[in-house]
Structure formats: C-alpha cells, structure tokens
C-alpha cells in the first residue's frame, strides 16, 4: 500500500503529532508498506519520502511553519500524490496542509483516513491572540474550503460553553465528517467527538511508540530511590497555557527533597521563568527545547514522569514514552488515566498545585512503592509499541479503501 500522512507539523519541531507521524512511518515501512510525508517546513530535506508544501515566509504561529497560499497547497498535494502512486491519504491536522489533502483526495477519488489528535478548542483559546476573534477567522477560513453544513454543536457540554469553543469544535466534526474513516488515540475524546456529531465510522486506536525509540530507551530495571536521595522528577512538553506548566512549577517549590526538570519551550516560556525564580538551588532546572533524545535520556534517569494539562490532552506521546521507560506516572487529568497501565500511575486528589505536589511528597516518601510502580509501566511497554497498534491501524486503511470500491 502507498499512503500519504499529510500534516501541518512535522520533524523538526516537536510535539506529539510529529511523534505519532515518526512512529506510524516507521511501523509501516517496516512491514513493507510506502509512506510519504506531506507538510509545511521551514526548509527542504534530503528524505525523498518528505515531501515539502508551499510555506508562508516569516509567518510561523507557535514556532510551526504553516501551508500557504490553500489553492497552491492543494495543487501541490495533488501533483505529489498523484506522481507518486499513493492510494490512500491519512490526514492528521485541521489547518491548510490537511485541507489541501482532502481537497487532493477528493480530485483523486483516493479515500481518506483522518485522525483526530487534539482540542483545537482548548489550544486555540490558549495559543492565539484575541481567540474570540482569530477562532472566527480560521472557522471562516476553514469552512471556505470544506463545508460545515449540517453541523450543530451542543452547547450544553461543558467545554462548549463559549462561541470560540463551539467555533472549533463545528470545524472538527465537520472535517472528521469529511474522511471515510477517523481514528482517535482515546476513548474520552472519541466520546465527545460522538456526542457532538461525527457520524464517520471511528476506531479508538492508541498512538503507539515505533521501535528505534524503544531501543534507544532500552529494557530498563525498576526504578529504586535509595535512602537520602532526591527524588528525581521531569516534565516533558510545550510550555503552553493549555500544558499548565505553571501548576508544575508551583507544585515543585512546594516540595523539598527533589530534583526536577523541565523540557519543552513555547509561548508560555517567560511565566515559566518568572515562576521558578528564587527557586532553591537544585530544585528545578528549565531546559528548554530539546532533542527527543535529550528527553528520553532524562526518562531514563528519573524516577518519577508528571504531567499538569488539565481537559485538553489527547493521549500525550510523551506519557506512552515515559511508560516506555519504566516511569511512574503523575496526570492531573481524570481523562489520562485511561492510558495508565494498572498499578503504574496516580491521578492527583485535585488539579491543582497542591494536590500534584500532594501526589509527589506521597511518592518521594514511599521508595516501595515508586518500585512497585516501575515494574508495572515495564510490564506494560509492549502495549506501548506501535507494532502492536499497526495491523489494527492497517485495518482502518482497508475499511476507507473498501468504502471507495
């Protein structure tokens, strides 16, 4: 089979959709599969399997190159899929790249599988300025290229109380509505997606990590904390409103007795810095952005992964690689904890500073238990590979292509 990812982000900036891109490559060439990356980047590559779309000059929101002008985006998708055989389009975002692939797809007669990986609600109230106003932009945009008929969002849901909420979510039940097929790396959101309209056939299916990241990190042994050592904490990913850094670092000066650090960059890295100052000593350490490798280096040397975002994420890449690593897991959010292996993870008692600092000074305070965890998320590290999720993924491509026969 011949497939085209088509995203608006892609290697090099970081961030769970380009790991899940990464991984679905890797898993399906390894079976003998052809995948072509189709994206905005800031510059060409040597990959002859990436394949770089039109990008706007000197306009990059949140560090990403972005697909611009849509008609040469589209044109060119259609150019790229046709002159390389593809037989099936597989698109993961929602802004000009992934509209130009439905657009090309649709030219094409090729079917097209859509997953649906994160609250462009909650980002774009975070992320853009005056969102009230720049939310009706892109809906205006968006629903230029792809009609949002026949979609009404019911407002009553607690995350669809806003007009700016209820913007995004009509663009993305319109565009899942769009694709013959949709995936979707969770079941809370797959349930909300239902609530509010998808009527495409959709498959809960974990993003799944590929194989070179599970070398790299290794078999590792249960994590132990021996008497008087701190106890070593990382949190990994943009520093963005929606991740709440913040309550990290606020949980962190509350807490003596460990080492933590940071790893990601984003539009919230100044509060970030301004919230850590007059930090003890050796208390936390702000790395900034960094090489997947870095991160999974520190995996490999903590006891302990924390995650603060609070209804918005997906299911975190960043989660299934600490997992990988044989790390016990702190979420705030009730919706993580489905992606937790038993016995591997805590959900904090509230959502707040001090409930997380709570969770940790339990964890700092009962070495036994850290271990215990440990042995659990490397029990689970199997269920993390993307091979295991690859026929499943391989099925949903079947499923679009019989739709088109």
């Known amino acids: 089979m011949r497939i085209a990812m088509v995203t608006d982000y892609y290697l090099p900036t970081l961030g769970g959709v380009q790991t899940v891109i990464k991984a679905h490559r890797e898993a399906l060439e390894h079976a003998g599969h052809g995948v072509f990356v189709f ?21 990059a929101p949140d ?16 150019d790229g899929l046709r002159s390389r055989g593809v037989e099936l389009v597989h698109v993961h975002t929602e802004m000009f790249a992934a509209l130009g692939g439905f657009q090309a797809a649709k030219t094409l007669g090729l079917p097209v599988v859509q997953t649906m990986h994160g609250r462009i609600d909650v980002y774009t109230r975070s992320v853009l300025p005056l969102p009230s106003t720049t939310t009706a932009l892109l809906a205006g945009m968006h629903r230029r290229r792809m009609s949002h008929d026949g979609v009404t969002v019911d407002s ?12 995004m979510w009509r663009l993305m039940v319109s565009q899942a509505n769009h694709a013959d097929q949709v995936i979707v790396p969770s079941a809370h959101f797959a349930a ?10 959709l498959t809960v299916l ?3 990590l590929e194989a070179t990241v599970l070398d790299e990190v290794g078999t590792p042994p249960p994590r132990t904390l021996d008497p008087g050592e701190p ?7 943009r520093l963005s409103p929606e991740k709440r850094p913040e309550v990290f670092v606020d949980a962190v000066r509350q807490i003596s007795g460990i080492r933590a650090e940071m790893f990601g960059d984003g539009v919230a890295r100044r509060r970030v810095a301004a919230a850590s100052a007059g930090m003890p ?27 603060s975002s609070l209804d918005f994420d997906n299911q975190p890449m960043v989660i299934l690689e600490g997992i990988a690593a044989g790390l016990p897991v702190i979420v705030t959010d009730p919706d993580l904890v489905e992606m937790l292996p038993e016995g591997g993870g805590v959900i904090t008692r509230t959502p707040d500073a001090e409930g997380l600092a709570a969770a940790i000074r339990e964890l ?40 088109q026969r």
């Open 39 to 59: 994206a905005p980047l800031a510059e060409s590559g040597d990959d002859p399997h990436v394949v770089r779309l039109p990008t706007a000059r000197g306009f």
């Open 63 to 78: 560090g990403y190159p972005f697909a611009w002008p849509p008609a040469a985006v589209a044109t060119a998708l259609t």
């Open 156 to 167: 009553s849901a607690p995350y669809a109380t806003t007009r700016a909420a209820r913007r």
């Open 192 to 201: 909300k997606l239902s609530a509010q309209g998808v009527r495409t056939p």
């Open 206 to 208: 974990s993003n799944g």
């Open 231 to 237: 106890l070593r904490v990382v949190w990994c990913g």
């Open 281 to 307: 000593p050796g208390r936390l350490t702000v790395h900034g952005g960094v090489a997947q490798s870095r991160v999974l280096e520190a995996m490999r040397d903590a006891h302990v992964l924390v995650s």
């Open 364 to 403: 700092r305070d009962d070495p036994a238990r850290i271990t215990r965890m440990s042995a659990a998320a490397i029990a689970h590290r199997e269920r993390v590979a993307q091979d295991t999720h690859r026929d499943a993924l391989l099925d949903v491509y079947r499923a679009a292509l019989a739709l």
